[in-house]
């Protein structure tokens, strides 16, 4: 349900060299698909992926890409999701923006006295510039709103520079409220069950908001911007909004972060052999080729975010390495890379940097020696379940 309108891709702020050699690895027939704010706050989601970098860098529409690996990206909508969650929207902003001032009064507990007006202004214009700028004065005219008077803007257009490029990014709404406080809207389709939400849905909810937040912090639209994102969602299994006001600093650290090395796309490229292009219209078993080029990180939570997921995840497969079962047991198994050093390690092999065990100080490995305590304790385990099954009855 958030709209992204075309907009120049990022690269156009890069050097002239870069420009050439990033419209190569797209396939200079291609125009470059324009990043959006779902792409920018996906990069957060997996800051360590080269890999996507690159690609979302060189505007190579991922899509396509998949769909030409034979790994075709999980995402879409079916028609019938899609009239569900524009009803809902339409649901959302029915009531002249009134009802979505009193989700948000309510989910922060705002304790400023009752609106006196709500306006919803028009922001209809030309294309993304146009509605940009129409944007901008509809914030002007809110700032400048008498007491007690609301504004919610529906579908406004906020751009964001990115890379020295202008990326123009469309949130379902943004409020004003009567002291200026610039409050992002995301209408989601997935439910709040019990005041509870899908965390990872959440979390690339608010990922996506913080790009806009920091859209809004651009020169062009100077303003307070609250510290949360106001997510509707339906309510348990109708079809009713219900809100909720969920805290973003810290996504909106981490894109800022994020953002600020993706200037870096020039070091990426320059690691990838002369004549190795992303060019969709080349042959899967040569694409696959060329994106097995790029380092990649992948965790599961690529398959909520990436295109390449499915691609990815099959690589990561065949490679048995340990990314596949999770960041979480990533991060307790060290520098065991791969299901084949795991095991080894924990069946008393020596394995790659660990010789028996030990890293390279000669301090016992604590993944090691926990993966051979675990082996131990399963062994046990079976020796005594195989012992009792064949002891008398
Ligand atoms: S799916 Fe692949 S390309 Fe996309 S973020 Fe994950 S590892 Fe990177």
């Not at 029915?94 to 009802?99: P, V, Y």
């Not at 060019?279 to 694409?287: F, I, N």
């Not at 060329?290 to 599961?300: C, E, L, N």
């Amino acid at each position: 349900m958030t709209h992204v309108n075309p907009a120049p891709p990022r690269t156009a702020g890069a050097s002239a060299p870069l420009r050439q050699r990033l419209a190569e690895l797209r396939g200079a027939v291609h125009p470059p698909r324009p990043l959006d704010a779902r792409a920018l706050a996906a990069l957060t989601a997996n800051p360590g992926c080269r890999r996507r970098a690159l690609l979302d860098g060189a505007g190579v529409d991922k899509t396509a890409l998949a769909r030409a690996l034979g790994s075709p990206a999980p995402f879409g909508q079916s028609q019938f999701a899609f009239t569900r969650g524009h009803a809902f929207e339409s649901r959302v902003h029915a009531d002249g923006g009134a009802e979505l001032v009193r989700m948000l009064r309510a989910a922060t507990a705002d304790g400023s006295p009752e609106p006196l007006a709500v306006e919803v202004p028009d922001l209809t214009a030309d294309g993304p510039v146009g509605r940009a700028a129409r944007t901008t004065l509809a914030l002007e005219e809110a700032d400048a709103a008498g007491p007690g008077v609301w504004t919610v803007l529906v579908h406004p257009m906020l751009e964001l520079r990115v890379a020295d490029a202008p990326v123009h990014l469309e949130p379902d709404a943004l409020v004003v409220s009567p002291d200026g406080t610039r409050t992002v809207v995301e209408v989601k389709s997935f439910p709040i069950l019990d005041g509870a939400a899908d965390p990872a849905k959440v979390g690339a909810a608010v990922r996506q908001a913080a790009v806009y937040t920091l859209a809004l912090e651009e020169p062009a639209a100077p303003g307070r911007v609250a510290d949360v994102v106001l997510l509707v969602c339906p309510k348990d299994f109708s079809n009713l909004p219900t809100a909720a006001a969920v805290d973003l600093r810290r996504q909106r650290a981490a894109v800022r972060r994020q953002l600020t090395r993706l200037t870096r796309l020039a070091d990426i490229a320059a690691t990838l052999p002369p004549g190795v292009t992303f060019d969709v219209d080349l042959p899967g078993a040569e694409l696959a080729e060329a994106v097995a080029q790029v380092p990649a990180t992948y965790a599961p939570e690529c398959l909520a975010s990436c295109e390449l997921a499915f691609h990815c995840r099959a690589a990561a497969r065949e490679a048995g390495e340990v990314t596949v079962l999770g960041r979480a047991v990533r991060g307790e198994l060290g520098s065991l890379g791969t299901l084949a050093e795991v095991l080894s390690a924990a069946h008393g092999g020596s394995c790659a940097g660990h010789g028996e065990g030990h890293d390279t100080d000669g301090e016992e490995d604590p993944a090691v020696a926990a993966l051979r305590r675990a082996a131990g304790l399963r062994a046990e385990a079976l020796a005594a379940a195989r012992a009792q099954a064949g002891g008398p009855r």
